[in-house]
């Protein structure tokens, strides 16, 4: 249930005269006569109405569309007027790229829909400049097409360029016109990985998951051989035979060992420190449960979010199964359309859309116009982008609630097993300490912040004065605070909400666990006193 592209190069005119003939072959693409839009030939075969699925841009006659791209690169020569440029003459030179998309057999496309999700994608791949044909094999069990373009540009004469990325963004404009069209997609990830949207962010540096394996091991530990056991279950393949510990995850396509050294320069990851800290531990998950603890903090850990943004429903261009595609500018002149995942998605009542997003997301961008304009766009950015378009604030979620929700589960749970005492509890109480401490000078930053906007404000507004001195020291201070004096107010008003909304909320969360955490020493301490209490009765009695 997957679309899958292939690409192949072709560099003589033999090679590209035997692929024309290859992917027109009838057996392979003819099937029974439908009514439809598209101009495909028909032919007649024992009193059978037959179209063959064959089509092309730019070509009078597909079945010589090999000779039309000679033609367009003889042009092409006598235009530069240098053969070691030459297509024709060169072997080493690319005359043409071969595409196949391939559709898994119980797709639930007709043939002709097939054909023009080929035709859509090298459309926007090319950017309708290049010579083409497609041809629709359904002799097989699963459909595929074929599809052959000039790598001369007909308007300017100009190679196509099949850069570094180009494989990548050739597979994200078939699988978002497949999405669209209604196919099922198989996405870049790695298996068994939880969440599909991260795949490109780890870009096969497992390091951030290795870590966070590992970290979790930490916790739920109680010796170097308790680790060992445990992270064979979290799929950890441990080697400590050299100098430096090596490790690899074995559920994913990790093709080299990550030392312990590369994950942490203070050697957080080393036997030895890992011996040290997990024999403070007292209570942990047990071998048993270790696989599904994780699973569940992995869950919660990507359900959470940094920003909360408002996306209405002018600015979806589809809806689909797997998410949103969402209208989006990325630079000067530059429209197209990211793919917001369904697990970021929340549709509303009244027909709009919230999203939820981390800044260090990725999304790919698409230019259907020219596909040399795709890039992935950061969370940050189409954060701040889609704002921009509608002019609805963005919710940020500030990382340190976080982080000391995470450490109030922590001691909830060292609590439910009866620990409060011991060095696994007191380190995370340090901890609570240390994080209380970071929280406090958060909240001074977010207000250095609003102090620093709010001056930005007077003194753009100062700029309109009347009055020749306020005008003047207006400018000093844009000047001092490196400010553009055409910075627009509205975009500080917007910013400055957006900034006091997070400091609010966070003041608001920070409190409110200060307080859980001071209910929970006080009934402990309580818990504390009346055993005491209970030892000096008794001896007493005695």
């Known amino acids: 249930m997957v679309v899958v592209v292939k690409t192949m190069q072709i560099k003589t005119p033999e090679r590209l005269t035997r692929s024309v003939k290859y992917i027109l072959n009838p057996k392979k693409t003819n099937v029974p006569y439908v009514e439809t839009e598209k101009d495909f030939p028909v032919t007649f075969t024992e009193d059978k109405k037959l179209m063959q699925l064959v089509s092309g841009h730019q070509i009078s006659n597909v079945n010589y569309a090999d000779q039309e791209f000679f033609l367009t690169k003889i042009m092409a020569n006598a235009s530069n007027g240098n053969p070691d440029n030459s297509d024709m003459n060169n072997p080493n030179r690319v005359m043409a790229h071969h595409i196949v998309q391939s559709f898994a057999p119980d797709e639930n496309l007709t043939p002709e829909e097939i054909h023009e999700l080929g035709r859509k994608t090298v459309l926007e791949l090319t950017g309708g400049d290049h010579e083409f044909i497609v041809a629709t094999h359904v002799d097989q069990d699963h459909i595929h097409n074929h599809i052959i373009f000039n790598t001369t540009n007909s308007t300017t004469l100009k190679k196509f360029r099949w850069q570094k990325g180009t494989a990548k963004s050739l597979k994200y404009i078939s699988d978002k016109h497949a999405d669209i069209a209604g196919a099922n997609i198989l996405s870049n990830t790695m298996k068994n990985s939880h969440k599909k949207y991260s795949a490109y962010q780890r870009k096969n540096n497992f390091k951030i998951e290795i870590k966070e394996r590992l970290n979790f091991l930490l916790k739920h530990s109680t010796s170097i051989s308790d680790f060992k056991e445990k ?7 441990i080697n400590d035979t050299g100098k430096n510990v090596k490790y690899r995850l074995a559920d994913m396509e990790q093709k080299r060992n990550t030392r312990d050294d590369t994950l942490s320069k203070r050697g957080k990851y080393s036997i030895s420190n890992i011996e040290k800290i997990v024999s403070k531990n007292i209570s942990v998950f047990s071998q048993p449960e ?9 869950v919660e850990k990507s359900d959470d979010f940094e920003m909360k943004i408002l996306v209405e429903d002018w600015q979806v261009k589809e809806e689909t199964k797997n998410g949103i595609y969402i209208d989006i500018d990325y630079g000067l002149l530059n429209s197209g359309a990211i793919l917001v995942p369904s697990h970021q998605v929340n549709k509303l009542d009244d027909g709009n859309y919230n999203i939820f997003i981390k800044k260090k997301d990725f999304f790919y961008f698409t230019n259907s116009d020219d596909a040399t304009q795709n890039k992935f766009m950061t969370g940050n950015i189409v954060a701040k982008q889609l704002s921009h378009d509608n002019q609805h604030l963005v919710l940020h979620k500030n990382q340190y609630i976080s982080k000391l929700d995470q450490i109030i589960k922590d001691f909830e749970y060292l609590s439910l097993k ?13 901890q609570f300490e240390n994080q209380v401490h970071e929280t406090e000078k958060e909240l001074s930053t977010l207000d250095e912040k609003i102090s620093r906007l709010n001056k930005i404000i007077s003194a753009i507004d100062g700029l309109n004065s009347d009055d020749f001195e306020k005008i003047e020291t207006s400018e000093a201070i844009l000047s001092d605070l490196k400010i553009d004096k055409s910075t627009k107010r509205g975009d500080l008003n917007k910013t400055i909400e957006e900034v006091k909304f997070e400091r609010q909320v966070l003041n608001e969360r920070f409190h409110d666990i200060v307080e859980k955490y001071k209910t929970y020493q006080g009934v402990k301490e309580n818990v504390r006193d009346r055993e005491n209490d209970t030892i000096k009765n008794k001896e007493v009695k005695r």
Do not use: M
Request: glycine share 6%.
């Open 231 to 237: 992270a064979k279950a979290l799929n950890v393949i």
């Open 290 to 298: 270790i696989k599904n603890e994780y699973e569940k903090f992995k």
């Open 418 to 430: 009866g620990v409060s005492t011991g060095q696994q509890f007191s380190d995370l109480k340090k």
